[in-house]
């Protein structure tokens, strides 16, 4: 059991150290090359990590805010309300008589 533990807990750190490599006001996007659609999707799953990394350095942000607009806008929030799962605009119960 202290195994699985410490080897989830690597694996959260491990995750956590490749995840903050692309978060959004690192530098990556500019004026001349701004963030796009897939980099808005990808920011968005990131918001999370890019929220408690914000909160130690003023740099970074869970924003790109050079972005090509509306399509960076709608890959963000797509991604933010889907997370990993699936983009459902409707839900259903499922009852089991």
Known sequence: MKKKIILLA???LL???LFSGCIPGDGRA???SPANFLWGIWHGWL???SLVISLFKDNITIYE???TGWWYDFG???AVISGFG???LTRSKNKKD
């Open 10 to 12: 690597a694996l959260v």
């Open 15 to 17: 995750s956590a150290l």
């Open 30 to 32: 500019s004026a001349g």
């Open 47 to 49: 918001a999370p990590v």
């Open 65 to 67: 805010v050079n972005n």
């Open 76 to 78: 963000y929030y797509m």
């Open 86 to 88: 699936t983009l459902a």
